[in-house]
Nanobody
Framework: QVQLVESGGGSVQAGGSLRLSCVAS?????RAWFRQAPGKEREGVAF????????YYADSVKGRFTISQSEDKNTVYLQMDSLKPEDTALYYC??????????????????WGQGTQVTVSS
């Protein structure tokens, strides 16, 4: 059972930055960040294969967000720059054995964190 704990959320103005962290209790093959805004479906934001450092991003965040991991692979980060009001959501960390092109389907993930709120004001 992989336990995931997110941190780093908060409130910023548009154009600002935040860095989210997700600490895992044990190794997992792949990790991802999802987000869910009120009344909307959960959507994939960024993904990393921890063994190979392969990364994928949603089109809406490419060039603004960066997913990375610590050397020991237990912590995954999401650096969020040039934030927009539409980035406001509850951000979740997820873990599982996911292969590349299917990374954005939340039903494929076995483990989830509790979420951290990101609010971007205009």
């Amino acid at each position: 059972q992989v336990q995931l704990v997110e941190s780093g959320g908060g409130s910023v103005q548009a154009g600002g930055s935040l860095r989210l962290s997700c600490v895992a209790s044990e190794y997992s093959y792949s990790r991802a960040w999802f987000r869910q805004a009120p009344g909307k479906e959960r959507e994939g934001v960024a993904f990393i294969v921890t063994a190979r450092r392969d990364t994928y991003y949603a089109d809406s965040v490419k060039g603004r967000f960066t997913i990375s991991q610590s050397e020991d692979k237990n912590t995954v980060y999401l650096q969020m720059d040039s934030l927009k009001p539409e980035d406001t959501a509850l951000y979740y960390c997820a873990a599982g054995v996911i292969y590349g092109e299917h990374w954005s389907d939340p039903s494929d993930y076995n483990y989830w964190g509790q979420g951290t709120q990101v609010t971007v004001s205009s």
